[in-house]
């Protein structure tokens, strides 16, 4: 009998702990969802901090007026049910006026589904897949989007004199592919021979069968759509197989310091992208972009990096909504919060932001980037003369 | 031509990697039927340890092989001994614990070591044969003459000592063992140190070979338990085979299918190798 | 038998009455509602998982079961443009078809050998689905699946019926005749064959309930969550969950993988995650350790005092 009540004890205590939290009069609260352990931990933990330095900064500005924002931050598992199950509590127990973050697609969209469902906007601060913003959900909006990815890399691609043949590397997640697919397509078109195609489970140690068929079919140039690990492997290797290729480019994890500084001089010439750099701000935001890379070592110890850039921007976006808000009466609304991200228009130090009927953003383009001599430096930039 | 031995040398030192990695699970698991769900783990924490020796006091891989296999010996015996210690044993038991304890690690290496991917930069030394178009990196010839080292000296140990033979009894029939007068908890601790010196040295490898990462754990722990159960308990040869099968298996596929098809041919292979296997141990008993 | 039945007649009528009550106490609380859903969900899985682990084996293999229902089932929708519940069992189908498959070249199988194949098979399902751009749209995945469960109240009430059926097949594998077949087919396969009991049909039989119910789950986990890729069904996560769950319940008790489901889902939602959002891992794994420490039968076995050398 004693272990039944020591489990009905148990039980109790369960219920209890899962009541309503109280929030406190005039604070605001977000709501951030992102992959905080596992796998995906590295990206999502700098999307979280990204989010953080916002919120302090927002804080500390309008400390003034009675506005206090508050983050409740989540760990998504990398599973879709743990991110809706984690996104719905955020909304109904916590009351969240808004949701951030998100990391990959396939969890991205269920938290969608369950913003639409709740009517609470939710900013994705690293979405890509084209599909997510055809579902016409009035309550998703995204600063990130696959153009925004692909075309800098089929216009320096383009840019590049004599370039016949290329290999394309993709990871199997749906971003990866359909970049892969875009790439190809357009390159093709443009009379580009993509000799090597191939799609690859992140995580493996070994690319040398890829990289054999690269040196075999003559491809000058390497497109490498995979995540931060895997780039550890595939250009350790391809250093060290000698693999002839004038370039290796890759879109998402070459250009951050870490990398940097695991691969020391086999990261040198290396192209990426990226949205934004310490010192390469939007052109009217350097003070901004400064403030930024300041608090963030503050706060943590490192500097940021562009993904961390992401997280900023999104929060900023919800903030920016949420001010508005509190200055026309203070209600923080589903739809009305809907209603002023969708007319945000913002400056930030990764560029001007605003959104599309669909959630897109409008002007969201990376830049290509290249490692010389220790230093990410940008190649191919819409703002600045830094031609190759 | 060439095309082809460079293939052989890929395929051959991912083989003796997979090895490595497994060989430590597979001694463990032979002699105390522990599956050990934190070998990945305590490979990473291996990999770790010759990071921050390697980043710190610049010891190159020979210097901190000795400290990370001290150090794997030590953390392995510590899981085992939990394990083993519990009121009911059986071996789905030490599989759930185990998993819960890689949990813990997983976490506790995301407080200490950040979610930060790392490496160990190695200044690999390159060895051209065939007039230069085929290359085998230091670190290659380290998997391979290490694994196979590894796999010698256990076959000596197995054969040709004493106790290598009473723990090849323990790890045939443990009962029987006992009752020749073999002290089982002795062997059990034998069996401890090997398999953490197999973990000692695959941990510094992996560093090279591959990244470090909290999460990364798991990688090393499956390949451990697809070579170890593809080898069944206490075959050692097999293992090798087994590894070297797959090694070729998956870098043949990738090169004249496609990296996607990767796993495919090598879960092909292993299932169509136990079915057979099976199939020819039931005509003989029959 | 007849008290077993009135265990089980009991075991439902608890956990109908429990669900109720928590329904009407989580009113506006539809997260909670949704994670003990969820919970339901994969704690059928547990159930059928177990169902086939009665019968002597350990499979590593269940999430193609899974998927293949997901997947199945979410194509049919998608192709066929088909918006009822229909496609639940078409999904159920399709997995059950694989457990043909199965059954027809892992029979001879044992042991180790066994679960390998059947890790291995999890594997060959994912690549070929994650490669047949054509037929299932490989790596992209399918978005905006069609919505089958509008509410939460709704797939709260359809995981409820679903973990009821999972548990009464749970239990007839337990207590019935067939769960005397599949403990003696478990214990001693010759002595099996000795007193007339056919170990191959029987091991097939628990099979084929055991992907089905799986299948279904799968199914259900997709129209709820709308999005899907291969990593996000065939992964090893989605296969070793029941073991955890079943064993961690009991894995020899009626209501055991309920229990371990509920409350290792349900308490790591609700409870860790807020409160620890970088540590809640660490206390998972604690809580798994001590947990199998103190209680080596399950939840069940030490609430319900089952000595400890029964069964197994």
């Known amino acids: 009998m004693n272990r039944f009540l020591i489990f009905f004890a148990a039980f109790l205590m369960f219920l209890g702990l899962s009541f309503q939290s109280r929030v406190a009069a005039g604070v605001i609260k977000i709501g951030a969802i992102n992959p905080l352990t596992g796998k995906l931990a590295k990206h999502g933990i700098e999307i979280d901090e990204g989010i953080q330095i916002a919120i302090d900064e927002f804080n500390e500005q309008n400390g003034n007026s009675g506005m206090v924002v508050e983050l409740e931050r989540r760990d998504d598992h990398s599973a879709p049910d743990v991110a809706m199950n984690q996104a719905e509590q955020l909304i109904l127990k916590e009351k969240v006026v808004a949701l951030i973050g998100g990391y990959v697609d396939s969890l991205v969209g269920p938290v969608s589904v369950v913003a639409k469902r709740n009517r609470v906007p939710y900013v994705a601060s690293a979405s890509l897949q084209s599909r997510l913003t055809q579902g016409k959900n009035p309550y998703f909006f995204r600063v990130s989007c696959m153009n925004g990815v692909t075309q800098p890399v089929i216009e320096f691609l383009l840019k590049w004199k004599n370039l016949r043949k290329v290999a394309i590397l993709h990871a199997s997640t749906p971003g990866a592919s359909e970049f892969a697919r875009t790439v190809e397509k357009k390159l093709r078109v443009s009379g580009v021979d993509v000799v090597v195609e191939e799609k690859a489970r992140a995580g493996q140690p070994d690319f040398s069968p890829f990289l054999l068929k690269c040196k075999a079919r003559g491809a000058e140039f390497i497109i490498s759509a995979v995540f931060f690990a895997d780039h550890l492997v595939l250009v350790r290797q391809m250093r060290e197989m000698e693999i002839p290729v004038k370039g290796y480019i890759g879109p998402w994890g070459v250009a951050y310091e870490s990398f940097i500084k695991e691969m020391k001089n086999m990261a040198e010439g290396l192209y990426g992208l990226t949205a934004w750099l310490p010192g390469f701000a939007y052109p009217g935001t350097e003070e901004e972009s400064r403030r930024f890379v300041e608090l963030y070592k503050k706060k943590f110890g490192r500097i940021p990096t562009s993904t961390s850039m992401h997280g900023y921007v999104s929060a900023r976006v919800v903030l920016e909504a949420v001010r508005k808000a509190f200055e026309q009466g203070g209600v923080f609304s589903g739809p009305d919060l809907a209603n002023f991200i969708r007319k945000t228009k913002l400056l930030t130090p990764m560029g001007s932001v605003e959104f599309d009927e669909k959630g897109d953003p409008r002007w969201y383009k990376q830049m290509v980037v290249q490692i010389r001599r220790g230093k990410i430096v940008p190649v191919h930039h819409e703002h600045s003369d830094a031609e190759n | 031509m060439e095309q082809f031995v460079q293939l052989f040398i890929q395929s051959f030192s991912l083989g003796s990697f997979y090895i490595l990695l497994a060989l430590g699970f597979a001694l463990v698991f032979s002699v105390t039927h522990i599956l050990n769900l934190a070998h990945g783990e305590l490979i990473i924490l291996a990999g770790y340890v010759a990071y921050v020796l390697e980043q710190k006091l610049s010891m190159g891989l020979w210097e901190t092989l000795p400290i990370a296999i001290a150090i794997s010996v030590v953390s392995l015996m510590v899981v085992v001994s939990f394990v083993l210690h519990q009121r009911r044993l059986s071996e789905l038991h030490s599989l759930i614990i185990t998993f819960g304890i890689a949990l813990i690690l997983q976490n506790c290496y995301l407080g200490a070591f950040s979610a930060n991917y790392r490496i160990i930069f190695h200044k690999s030394r390159y060895f051209s044969l065939l007039g230069g178009h085929v290359f085998i990196s230091s670190v290659q010839l380290y998997l391979i003459t290490l694994s196979l080292g590894a796999i010698g000296g256990l076959y000596i140990l197995f054969r040709k000592t004493f106790i290598g033979k009473a723990l090849r009894a323990t790890i045939q029939d443990r009962f029987a063992a006992q009752m020749a007068g073999i002290p089982i908890p002795r062997m059990q601790l034998l069996g401890m140190v090997l398999g953490g010196i197999a973990i000692g040295i695959a941990g510094p490898l992996y560093a090279r070979v591959s990244y470090l990462h909290p999460a990364a754990g798991i990688e090393p722990t499956i390949e451990a338990i697809i070579l170890t159960l593809f080898a069944g308990m206490g075959r050692i040869r097999i293992l090798l085979a087994g590894g070297w099968l797959l090694g070729v298996a998956e870098t043949t596929t990738a090169y004249f299918l496609g990296s996607q098809w990767r796993e495919f041919v090598s879960a092909m292979v292993l299932v169509v190798i136990l079915i057979f296997r099976e199939a020819r141990s039931r005509e003989n008993s029959v | ?312």
């Open chain 3, 1 to 312: 038998m007849k008290q077993e039945v009135a265990k089980a007649t009991l075991g439902v009528v608890l956990i109908i009455g429990l669900s109720l009550l928590f329904m009407w106490k989580f009113q506006g609380r539809e997260d909670v509602i949704s994670v003990i859903a969820m919970a339901f969900l994969f704690a059928s899985v547990a159930f059928a998982w177990n169902i086939h682990a009665l019968s002597g084996v350990v499979s590593l293999g269940h999430a193609a079961f899974f998927g293949l229902g997901a997947y199945g089932s979410a194509l049919f929708a998608y192709y066929f443009k088909v918006g009822s519940w229909i496609i639940l069992l078409v999904g159920g189908t399709i997995a059950l078809g694989c457990a043909v498959v199965w059954h027809l070249f892992f029979e001879q199988l044992r042991g180790g050998a066994y679960t390998l194949a059947t890790f291995a098979a999890a594997e060959i399902v994912r690549v070929v689905v994650d490669n047949w751009d054509s037929l299932t749209m490989g790596s992209s995945g399918l978005t905006n699946i069609v919505v089958l469960f509008s509410g939460t109240s709704e797939f709260y009430l359809v995981t409820m019926v679903l973990v009821i059926i999972a548990f009464l097949i749970h239990w007839a594998a337990l207590k019935t005749c067939w769960g005397l077949q599949l403990r003696t087919v478990r214990e001693d396969e010759l002595a099996a064959y000795a007193i007339g009991v056919n170990p191959p049909r029987v091991r097939m039989v628990s099979l084929f309930v055991s992907a089905f119910i799986t299948g279904l789950c799968g199914a259900i986990f997709v129209h709820r969550v709308t999005y899907l890729e291969p990593s996000m069904v065939f992964n090893l996560h989605i296969s070793a969950m029941p073991l955890v769950f079943s064993f961690l319940g009991g894995r020899f008790t009626t209501m055991g993988p309920l229990i371990g489901a509920f409350l290792l889902y349900s308490v790591d939602q609700i409870l860790l995650s807020p409160f620890l959002p970088s540590t809640h891992q660490a206390v998972y794994g604690f809580a798994i350790v001590i947990t199998v420490s103190f209680m080596p039968n399950g939840i069940c076995a030490w609430l319900a005092r089952i000595p400890q050398n029964a069964s197994g």
